[in-house]
């Protein structure tokens, strides 16, 4: 579903991000991505939501290169992929249920069908009532599930997410990383960039590891 | 409609083409009431650019109504254009008579008379003063001369340039005087005016592209945050730059709006003057206010406007605004 082949990124200003990466993450599989801050960690994940493209090397997502992707091509790309950011990049001035329909909106689903999602998708991370609701007024925890529900509601095949639990205390990180595995249980390709070394040993994912830009001889991978 | 556990509903979803239509309408719909909706919010900010917009609108349309209504105080001035025709030398009562009822025969003459060399010479005497000097001339030296005055349909300038033509290529005719030089005169002014009314209309409208354009080029801004992450989950150029075109439709057609008011009320305010005017001069004139054409090419012509400058920079602005989370 995510084949990265020989992938190779350094940014305009020379930094080297990426060198020599190689990994496949099957259909339906799940794999935190771990790392230090400033490993590559952000750059795999960017190369996967067409953020950035690679300088050397081939990233495949649900069949598709994205150095066969042109600009033009780029949105349809990216609705195949859910998004979830640390940051959680909620729109401050929309209620809730404009945050999570956007995708919806963008793809041209009709109102009847649009609610019925919402509720279904805002259900799925528990906050179901919190429609009319505006970002600010939800805590960091509850945010940050609107902003899954938003990355989840078009049932794109693949989610990736950026540090989802960086300003999580534990208990809301735990609950926000089990609500991942939940969406990979029901068939969706997941990849969670995180640091939080104590979080993941809970779970019995995949890792992928990067130091340094490169794949890093992985601390004991645990079967999926 | 896609069963809810779908793996690929974004793909699976196939719908008919009415459905799809009425969701598009319905989208377009949306985004049309909401960004005017946002406009309604920032009340000041929209006052002023509409007010700007206006302006721009308005200036052309007066100069417009300037050059109509000085057409229609000159479309009567045909009724005084006469044409002399002089007669050749020597030339009998009869023969002149028969000229004078050719000429009054066609279709473009409305009325000719005859005017005798004796007629002609009294009349002369009476204006030039010359009197005394005539007197010591042996005989009469003018000739016969049929005046005339063309028909109401034939008195365009290029119309009676085209009947003095055809009359100086009669045997019988030695000169033709048509006086329609002033009229040309006249006529050349309001063409020149109408130029400078299209110059007008060309500049200003340029400038409703300019204003609308960086108005929206500053609402767009002041939303770069939503813009990427519209972006970021998948919207389209086309998608993110449609409530900004809707928004300077709405700017481009309030304006046009706004600048018909302005004319009609500066109409209003000089209609009265102006009448007066032309009473003292026992003309039933009346100022002419817009037309229903010129109204629907000021408020459509603002939208389109509005609309161009809005597409000019939302395009070339939203390219650039990329994500980089």
Known sequence: ?224 | MSPPDAPHPARAARRSPLAALSSWLERHLQTLVASLGKLVRQPFATVLTLGVIALALALPACLHLVVVNASAVTAGVGKTVQLSVYLKLPMTPEQAGKVRQGIAARDDVAEAKLVTPEEGLREFESLSGFGDALKALEGNPLPYVVTLRPADRFDSPEAVETLAGELRALPEVDIVQADTEWVRRLNAILAALEQVVRVAALLLGLGVVAIAGNTIRLDINGRREEIEVIKLVGGSNAFVRRPFLYSGVWYGLGGGLLAWLLVATAVGFLAAPIERVAALYASTFRLQGLDARAVLVLVGGGAVLGWIGSWLTATYHLRRIEPTA
């Open chain 1, 1 to 224: 579903m995510i084949a990265f082949q020989r992938v190779h990124k350094r940014y305009p200003n020379g930094r080297e991000a990426l060198s020599e990466v190689s990994f496949d993450l099957a259909s339906g599989e799940m794999a935190f991505l771990t790392g230090h801050s400033g490993a590559g960690k952000s750059t795999v994940l960017k190369l996967i939501a067409l953020l950035e493209r690679p300088t050397r090397g081939q990233v495949t997502v649900n069949g598709l290169v994205t150095s066969k992707v042109g600009s033009r091509g780029i949105p349809a790309f990216r609705r195949q992929v859910g998004v979830v950011f640390q940051d959680n990049k909620l729109l401050a001035d929309r209620p809730i249920y404009d945050n999570v329909a956007l995708p919806l909106v963008i793809s041209g689903a009709a109102r009847r069908d649009m609610d019925k999602r919402v509720r279904a998708a805002l259900d799925q991370v528990g906050l179901l009532g919190k429609e009319t609701s505006f970002p600010l007024e939800l805590s960091a925890g509850e945010q940050q599930r609107v902003g899954i529900a938003r990355a989840v509601i078009t049932k794109p095949p693949v989610l990736i997410a950026d540090e989802p639990t960086g300003n999580l205390d534990p208990d809301l990180a735990l609950e926000v990383m089990n609500l991942f595995k939940r969406l990979n249980d029901v068939g969706v390709t997941v990849m969670v960039a995180t640091h939080d070394v104590h979080l993941i040993e809970r779970f019995r994912v995949r890792r992928i590891h990067i130091e340094h830009g490169q794949l890093a001889g992985m601390p004991p991978d645990v079967a999926a």
